[in-house]
């Protein structure tokens, strides 16, 4: 029996962008995220560029739970929820057991691993 797999919604926050468009745009013109990253030259590190996201976290996540996040796991979080809300799902979809919701990440900020 051959299983199917079906992708619904999406949610990204990157350094070309914060949402599914604005990324997309990014990419069609071109747009680099890659800029000189003060912190990293304050800490010392070799390399002084970074792809960092721009967002504010205290505008989608809420404080309480906000406190206990690494940045990584915030920006997770936004995308995991912009991916629900972009594929339509309820609460009771999301917690089928037959609804999964994969998350990808290209590695966590240098200051979270200090």
Known sequence: MTKRVVITGLG???????????????????????????????????????GRPTIDFNDHIDRKQLRFMADAAAYAFIAMEQAIRDAGLSDDQVSNVRTGIIAGSGGASAASQT
């Open 12 to 50: 990204i926050v990157s350094c070309l962008g914060n949402d599914l468009a604005t990324v997309a745009a990014s990419l069609r013109n071109g747009t680099s995220g890659i800029t000189t990253d003060q912190t990293s030259i304050e800490m010392g590190l070799r390399s002084h560029v970074s």
